[in-house]
């Protein structure tokens, strides 16, 4: 009698053990794949913001190009993909902020700087670019 409890005893402790050692596995998985989730949805987010960047680079290096007259009007949106950013100039560079990260793209020579909302690119003579 004593050898069949002892036998039930241990196919509980078994037991589990088992099942606390697939817990600890499944659960260690689970933040892998968040943490692989979390990583792809940043590089999607900072891929969104680099095709702003080279977009508003394109359009202005446009705008240096062409003859006096030149005019467009673009609209950047308060948030990409539901992210939160912001975009500054400087001399004749444009940086965009997501976080930590900053995303520097070369421009020409600009008056102006680019805000979220409307914008309007001119080339008003043979060397001066507006942004208003």
Do not use: C
């Not at 689970?30 to 692989?36: N, Q, S």
């Not at 987010?45 to 006096?68: C, F, K």
């Not at 976080?99 to 309007?120: A, H, M, W, Y």
């Amino acid at each position: 009698m004593g050898f069949i409890n002892k036998r039930k005893a241990q196919i509980a402790i078994e037991f589990v053990l088992v099942v606390g050692l697939a817990m600890v596995v499944l659960i260690v998985f689970a933040g892998v794949i968040y943490y692989l989730s979390f990583n792809y949805s940043e590089e999607k987010n900072i891929n969104r913001l680099t095709d702003l960047g080279y977009s508003l680079q394109n359009e202005l290096i446009l705008a240096s190009e062409v003859e006096p007259g030149y005019e467009r009007t673009i609209i950047i949106p308060n948030k990409i993909g539901g992210i939160n950013f912001s975009i500054n100039q400087t001399d004749n560079d444009l940086v965009i902020t997501y976080r930590s990260v900053e995303l520097l793209f070369t421009i020409p020579q600009v008056n102006g700087k680019f805000d979220k909302g409307t914008n309007k690119i001119s080339k008003t003579d043979a060397n001066t670019i507006m942004i208003s």
